[in-house]
């Protein structure tokens, strides 16, 4: 059964960096047939995929349009994690970030969510 | 970027009475490997997503066999067929089809009458 474990911050400064990582058990980051993705959720902009990482013989990662110029989503394979960081983040980057484990064309599992507020 | 609509977005139930959700894309789902990648989650109070179907009709392990999936190119329909108290809560489609960028629907809220 994979699990996924969040961890990290849930206050950030505007113009800081936010950084999240989501540790997995069950399951291994360096997996060929899955993807690791970063989903947030707020009021305004409801449920938003962020990005993602995956191995297929080399490493690989997706943006959104959104977040591009801003983001980052790093595995590390010796703690079986990967992590997320945005960068400069504004008060509009308040949200519950989720990590999910992608095993072809879905999300499943998610983890239990981190509330992020950005404020000085 | 594909857009996900749904309706309504919100319903109360009266306790074993049916539920219907639908949701529409802006594009088809048809992927080209035949398989149309349409997912829904179930986001109860305080919880974090959790998947109920994927490719359409599938159900996830432990997923009452009440909930059902259907549909098909660009509109997708999910149905409980007797809600029961523990259904409360968001529930969400989402593309997967036109990969790399993943899309949900806003949510449609199920409260019980």
């Known amino acids: 059964q994979v699990q996924l474990q969040q961890s990290g911050p849930g206050l950030v400064k505007p113009s800081q960096t936010l950084s999240l990582t989501c540790a997995i058990s069950g399951d291994s980051v360096s997996s060929n047939s899955v993807a690791w993705n970063w989903i947030r959720q707020s009021p305004s902009r409801g449920l938003e995929w962020l990005g993602r990482t995956y191995y297929r013989s080399k490493w690989y990662n997706d943006y959104a349009v959104s977040v591009k110029s801003r983001i980052a989503v790093n595995p590390d394979a010796s703690k079986n994690q990967f992590s997320l960081q945005l960068n400069s983040v504004t008060p509009e980057d308040t949200a519950v970030y989720y990590c999910a484990r992608d095993p072809g064309y879905s999300l499943d599992p998610w983890g239990q969510g981190t509330l992020v507020t950005v404020s000085s | ?113």
């Open chain 2, 1 to 113: 970027d594909v857009v996900m609509t749904q309706s309504p977005l919100s319903l109360a139930v009266t306790l074993g009475q049916p539920a219907s959700i639908s949701c529409s894309s802006s594009q088809s789902l048809v992927h080209s490997d035949g398989n149309t990648y349409l997912n829904w989650f179930q986001q109860r109070p305080g919880q974090s997503p959790r998947r109920l179907i994927y490719k359409v009709s599938s159900r996830d392990f432990g997923v009452p066999d009440r909930f059902s999936g259907s549909g098909s190119g660009t509109d997708f329909t999910l149905k409980i067929s007797r809600v029961e108290a523990e259904d409360v809560g968001i529930y969400y489609c989402m593309q997967a089809t036109h990969w790399p960028h993943y899309n949900f629907g806003q949510g449609t809220k199920l409260e019980i009458k």
